[in-house]
């Protein structure tokens, strides 16, 4: 349940605020679990990206692969088929980042308790 919590969390800042809030996915991934908060952002932001990139693919395809063009004609480094793996690379990055702030507010909100070491 986190994980849709997580994703549409993203897709709705991601739709309504623009593409920069899409981090707030991924420091609400990092905060809603204890452990690997980093690659629960990553992997949430990212797929949010990936699936809004794949829908303009399916619904646009004609003008998203001329942009995909002009984008890769303006770096001159990259062929056109990689940009959308580069969208998707970018997002991962934007989730990882919001989920190392994510677990980190967390912990620095509600401490982990140290183990109680047995008599």
């Known amino acids: 349940m986190r994980w849709l919590f997580s994703i549409a969390v993203t897709a709705a800042c991601h739709?309504?605020?623009?593409?920069?809030?899409?981090?707030?996915?991924?420091i609400l991934a990092g905060w809603l679990w204890t452990t690997g908060g980093w690659w629960r952002g990553a992997v949430v932001v990212g797929s949010v990206w990936a699936g809004l990139t794949s829908y303009?693919?399916?619904v646009a395809t004609g003008p998203a692969m001329e942009l995909h063009r002009i984008l890769a004609g303006v770096s001159g480094l990259v062929p056109s088929f990689a940009v959308p793996l580069i969208i998707v690379a970018v997002g991962f990055l934007i989730g990882l980042s919001g989920g190392l702030v994510g677990s980190g507010l967390r912990k620095l909100v509600r401490p982990v308790a140290a183990p109680t070491a047995a008599a």
């Open 56 to 58: 303009t693919v399916a």
């Open 15 to 26: 739709l309504l605020l623009g593409w920069a809030w899409g981090v707030a996915g991924g």
